[in-house]
Structure formats: structure tokens, C-alpha cells
């Protein structure tokens, strides 16, 4: 295959392809989400186990991991390349679709390079910079993470930290490494990544809430359901009963 060809290729992969993972380590949000049939995986890292007063990290991730097939990002939480050696694999260990997290760091990317050419996925966090971004490719990560929202918080522009990794992604197509738009405040975070032909956007739990919102949906189907009582008609005829699955 052309080059071009793989690159026209990719491109068009991508556009059927924006994955939601959830950015959460509460069990609750992420059962209730993967009810949906619309995420696809899920990210932790320190701050959000912290938050959600697990006191076994091990256990949780067992946990996420059994709720949903789609990667799993379970941090590392040493600094020090022997140390996140030895978390990444037991992490590795816990189950096949995990993803051992780790920071942007030389030895985090020395890392990433070994669990990668070992046949482990690899997020790589704590992206703030294109340049940092073309490293995380170049160790074979699965995922690199930039922060959309830290940058905005200090009067950057995230969304153009993520356009400028696409453009660099795409003029080499032997990176395999997805951009996984990270720290997402707002549904508008969700919709210029997918604008851009991020792969993923991993999002907090109310975000995704919000992606089904609107007023004039809420609105319109009052007046549908207001107009087709007036009718007096059922679609079921009698005997049918709706399916049982105790969803609303
Ligand atoms: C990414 O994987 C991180 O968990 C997360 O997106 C960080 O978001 P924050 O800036 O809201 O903490």
C-alpha cells in the first residue's frame, strides 16, 4: 500500500473511530456509563483513586477491569525507572486489557519503550507540549495523554496542543500511538477533538451526562409524548410487554 494510500487509510479509520473512555475511579459512575453501550474504556490515575476513598488500588482496577473489556488505565505511582518497572508489569498482570500509565518523564518513556516492545499497552500521561508528544510515539506508546484543560487553566490552548499533535501523527503514519485528549472540562472539549480526528477522549462522568443534553430535546419529547396520549394509541398491542432489563 501507497503511503498516501495509508495515510487516506488512517484518516478515514479514525473518523469512524472517536472512543469514549471515562476519566473516574468510582465503580458506581463507571457501571452505570458502560450501561450505556457507548464507552469504551476507562482511566484512573492517584488523584482519582484518592477521591474516590478506595483503599485498595489493586482490588479497584480488578473491579473496572471486570465492568469493561475496553482499556483500563491503572497509573504507576514510583518516579524511578526500576520502581515503575516493577508496578507496570504486576499492573500488567491484572488483566489483559489494562494499560500501565506513566508520566511523560525520560524514565517514564524508558519505561513505556520496554512494557511496549513487551506487548503491554502504555498511556502516556502528563502530556503539555507537542515536542513531548512526538517522544511519547517514538517510545511506542499505545496512548499519549494530553491535558487540554490544564492548558487552558493557565492561558494556553489546549485544543491547539491536540491539533498540532494530529498534524504530526498523521505525517507519520508508522506511529500507532492514539491521541487521548485528556482533561476535558466541557462537552465542547469532546466535539473539537472529535473535530480534529483525536482517537479518544477520556471524560468525566457529568461531562459524558452532559453529551445527551439539550433543552430542545427535553422540550421536543414533552410535546411528543403530551401529543401521543392525546391519540389515545399504544403501539404494543395487548399481551406484549416491554423488555425487562430494569434500565430507564
Ligand atoms: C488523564 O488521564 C487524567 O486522568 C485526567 O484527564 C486529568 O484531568 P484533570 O486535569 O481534570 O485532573
Keep these: 500500500m501507497s503511503d498516501d494510500l495509508v495515510h487516506v487509510t488512517t484518516h478515514i479509520v479514525r473518523r469512524l473511530n472517536v472512543k469514549f473512555f471515562v476519566d473516574t475511579a468510582d465503580l458506581n459512575d463507571i457501571k452505570d456509563l458502560a450501561a450505556t453501550g457507548l464507552l469504551d474504556g476507562v482511566t484512573t490515575n492517584p488523584s482519582l483513586v484518592a477521591k474516590s476513598g478506595h483503599s485498595n488500588f489493586i482490588d479497584l482496577i480488578k473491579d473496572i477491569c471486570a465492568v469493561v473489556s475496553g482499556p483500563v488505565s491503572a497509573e504507576v505511582a514510583a518516579t524511578d525507572f526500576d520502581t515503575m518497572m516493577a508496578e507496570g508489569l504486576y499492573l500488567s498482570k491484572i488483566a489483559k486489557n489494562i ?8 524514565a517514564g518513556l524508558k519505561v513505556c519503550k520496554t ?16 515536542a513531548q508528544a512526538i517522544l511519547a510515539a517514538k ?19 489546549g485544543m491547539q ?20 485528549v485528556a482533561s476535558v472540562r466541557h462537552p465542547m472539549h469532546v466535539v473539537d477533538a472529535a473535530k480534529l480526528g ?24 414533552a410535546q411528543f409524548v403530551a401529543d401521543w396520549q392525546k391519540t389515545g394509541q399504544k403501539i404494543l398491542p395487548e399481551g406484549v410487554q416491554p423488555m425487562k432489563t430494569g434500565r430507564a
Excluded: W
Excluded at 99 to 106: I, M
Excluded at 115 to 130: D, E, H, I, P, R
Design 99 to 106: 494499560a500501565v500509565k506513566v508520566p511523560l518523564t525520560p
Design 115 to 130: 512494557l511496549s516492545q513487551q506487548g503491554t499497552m502504555v498511556n502516556v500521561t502528563l502530556c503539555f507540549s507537542a
Design 139 to 157: 517510545a511506542g506508546a499505545t496512548f499519549v495523554s494530553p491535558f487540554v484543560g490544564r492548558l487552558d487553566d493557565i492561558g494556553e490552548n
Design 161 to 180: 496542543l491536540i491539533a498540532d499533535i494530529c498534524e504530526i501523527y498523521k505525517a507519520y503514519p508508522q506511529f500507532k500511538t492514539e491521541v487521548l
Design 198 to 221: 483525536a482517537h479518544v477522549a477520556t471524560i468525566p462522568p457529568n461531562v459524558i451526562r452532559q453529551l445527551f443534553a439539550h433543552p430542545l430535546t427535553e422540550k421536543g419529547l
